[in-house]
């Protein structure tokens, strides 16, 4: 069962995770979002179509893999529907290694426009495939923990997990 509009099916599953609840939503059987419990910029669940688990079998494996500690990158087609800047900065994101973090100042000059800092936080924000797309691993100037859609828990749990250290261990570095 799938709902369709306009020649567009979208499915969801939701997937526990040791993050809380993750919502997958599908668009046409490629993922095209990811989000978390109380997300900033979480749209409507209605958006979401029906829920249906069949085009997430290999998106699960790969993020089972994740929270075991067995996978550092994912190897998933996306749908991300988005401004080019947006799909752009998206697309930089994918580029940080596991455990390592890069500040928007420095994903700006990535992009070639140094002076793009905050445009970059406002489009990092906006990610809607969290996790995968790994938008937990970009910081403020001075180091520390700016906004994330997820939650600064969440971020500072995230960044810990890759990092191979206690939750609180982050907490200190921030």
């Not at 993020?63 to 697309?91: H, I, N």
């Not at 973090?101 to 000059?109: F, H, I, K, V, W």
């Not at 996790?131 to 970009?138: K, T």
Request: hydrophobic fraction near 35%.
């Amino acid at each position: 069962m799938t709902a369709t509009t306009a020649s567009v099916t979208t499915q969801h599953t939701v997937l526990d995770s040791p993050y809380g609840p993750l919502t997958l939503v599908a668009t046409d059987g490629v993922l095209s979002a990811l989000y978390m419990t109380d997300q900033r910029h979480r749209p409507p669940q209605e958006t979401f179509g029906v829920p249906d688990p069949e085009p997430f079998g290999e998106v699960i494996r790969q993020l089972g893999e994740y929270f075991a500690g067995d996978r550092s990158t994912f190897g998933l087609p996306l749908r991300l529907a988005g401004t080019p800047f947006q799909r752009s900065v998206w697309a930089e994101l994918l580029k940080i290694p596991y455990g390592e973090t890069r500040t928007y100042g420095e994903l700006a000059e990535e992009l070639g426009k140094p002076g793009a800092s905050r445009a970059v936080g406002l489009a990092n924000g906006k990610n809607p495939v969290g996790i995968i797309v790994p938008c937990h691993r970009v910081i403020g100037a001075s180091g520390s923990l700016t906004g994330y859609g997820g939650g600064l828990d969440r971020k500072r749990r995230l960044l810990a997990f890759e990092r191979g250290e206690p939750e609180d261990a982050v907490q200190a570095l921030f």
